[in-house]
């Protein structure tokens, strides 16, 4: 596709419940990466993956929250028991090789995120 | 610990009247520092990257610059079109590929 896709946008779910969040990366590029950003504040980051394994977890609050990108591509961001703290802007993003050696980076390129309530 | 500080939290600006936007950050090894523009409800938009003290990054009518403590974003003769928050982030050695992001700068562009 031409950009980062994300779906759905707005989910809106009660305390205590299950959700799931889709990210569809941009074609040919290997690694993602997703954030949450709360009113007010900028991107925080969860977790990248370089193809289909979870290089950096750090990020993850709490053993509440687990990703998955099985075949390199789509990647799924999973709450369980979800709380009101857990109420943000959910973003992912991509980039090419995600791997890059010296002084050179690679841009990271991000959809326009989920909306998540919990009510 | 490593930190990323943008000031100030919003700017208010009369169309055509230049500004600079600031962001500090205090890392260990950077690798890059990036700029994003974010429109409500949408994600960042890359703008740009930049690797070393001394460094210049143009683009309409934005500029970026780095030193080694902070990066300044330009804004010459802005538009209300350029109304947005203007995230600054840095990569470094030892964080993989993650960002860390600064809060942003809310800035409005009045006719």
């Known amino acids: 596709g031409a950009g980062v896709s994300q779906t759905p946008s707005n989910k809106v779910t009660e305390k205590g419940k299950y959700v799931e969040l889709r990210c569809d990366p941009i074609?040919?590029?290997?690694?993602l990466y997703w954030y949450r950003q709360s009113l007010g504040q900028g991107p925080e980051f969860l977790i990248y993956f370089q193809g289909t394994g979870a290089a950096d977890d750090s990020g993850l609050p709490n053993d509440r929250f687990f990703a998955v990108r099985p075949e390199g591509s789509v990647s799924t961001l999973k709450i369980q028991r979800t709380e009101r703290g857990d109420s943000a802007v959910y973003l992912c993003a991509s980039s090419l090789k995600g791997k890059t050696s010296g002084s050179s980076t690679d841009t990271q390129y991000f959809g326009p995120g989920t909306r998540l309530t919990v009510l | 610990e490593d930190q990323v500080t943008q000031s100030p939290e919003a700017l208010r600006l009369q169309e055509g009247e230049s500004s600079s936007l600031n962001c500090s950050y205090t890392v260990s090894g950077l690798r890059g520092l990036f700029w994003y523009r974010q429109d409500p409800g949408k994600g960042p938009e890359f703008l740009f990257t930049l690797y070393s003290a001394g460094e210049e990054k143009e683009k309409e009518r934005l500029k970026a610059t780095l030193t080694k403590k902070e990066s300044f974003l330009h804004i010459t003769a802005p538009k209300p079109e350029d109304s947005a928050t203007y995230l600054c982030a840095v990569q470094f050695s030892g964080g993989y590929n993650k960002l860390i992001f600064g809060a942003g700068t809310r800035l409005a562009v009045h006719p």
């Open positions: 074609s040919g590029h290997t690694a």
